[in-house]
C-alpha cells in the first residue's frame, strides 16, 4: 500500500504530460518556430519510423522487468532490506 501515492502521482504526470504535449505541438502554433536548425547537410540520425516495432518496444520490456523485478525484492526481502546499512 506504500506504494499508492507514486502510482497516482505517475498517472498524473503522464496525463498532464500529454495536454500539454498536445497544447504545444499542435499544427496551428509554431510555439518552438525554428528554435532548433539542423542544416540538411548534417543530418544523419536513423528515422524512428523505418526501425523495427520491436527495437521500439525496448525501453517498455526493460521498464516492466525492471518494475517487477523491485516489487518482488521489496516484498519477498523487506527483512533484508530493512537490515541494510545506510552509513
Known amino acids: 500500500m506504500e506504494f499508492i501515492p507514486l502510482v497516482l502521482l505517475a498517472i498524473a504526470s ?3 504530460g500529454m495536454l500539454t504535449l498536445f ?3 499542435t499544427p496551428y502554433t509554431s510555439f518552438y518556430g525554428n ?3 539542423t542544416h540538411p547537410n548534417h543530418i544523419s540520425f536513423i528515422e ?4 523495427n516495432p520491436l527495437i521500439k518496444l525496448f525501453p517498455i520490456f526493460f ?3 525492471g518494475s517487477c523485478f523491485v516489487i518482488l525484492i521489496q516484498f ?3 527483512n ?3 537490515n541494510v ?3
Open 76 to 78: 519477498n526481502y523487506l
Open 80 to 82: 533484508i532490506l530493512q
Open 85 to 87: 546499512n545506510t552509513n
Open 63 to 65: 521498464t516492466l522487468i
Open 23 to 25: 497544447v504545444i505541438n
Open 48 to 51: 524512428g519510423e523505418f526501425l
Open 14 to 16: 503522464i496525463i498532464f
Open 35 to 37: 528554435s532548433l536548425f
